[in-house]
């Protein structure tokens, strides 16, 4: 199981970390990705990380203002949100894969809304 959280309130040009938990250890072996889905859109892609913590990937829509990393001893993802803006306003979801393969475990999301 994955436990998305950090998400909330924040004005234009504000930041926020979101943090992916798991509880089993295998998740240090996983990809994990950062997905999002404002009200009436599909779900898009935001940013991804191998296992290791290298080739992070983004969405043309976030590069430059998002980060992701992780910290394996904590069993955790992170998402720093940086120069926050409208559009971003989204429940934020975190997925893990084995390798290259689909996302298969899904957490629950996280809502990040920003006003202007």
């Known amino acids: 199981q994955l436990q998305a959280s950090g998400g909330g309130l924040v004005q234009t040009g504000g930041s926020l970390r979101l943090s992916c938990t798991a509880s089993d250890r295998n998740f240090i072996k996983l990809g994990v990705g950062w997905f999002r889905q404002a009200p009436g859109k599909e779900r898009e892609f935001v940013a991804s990380?191998?296992?290791?913590?290298?080739?992070?990937y983004y969405a043309d829509s976030v590069k430059g203002r998002f980060t992701i990393s992780r910290d394996n001893a904590k069993n955790t993802v992170y998402l720093q949100m940086n120069s926050l803006k409208s559009e971003d306003t989204a429940l934020y979801y975190c997925a893990a894969r084995w390798g290259s393969g689909e996302y298969n475990t899904w957490g629950q999301g996280t809502l990040v809304t920003v006003s202007s």
């Open positions: 990380i191998s296992r290791s913590g290298s080739n992070p």
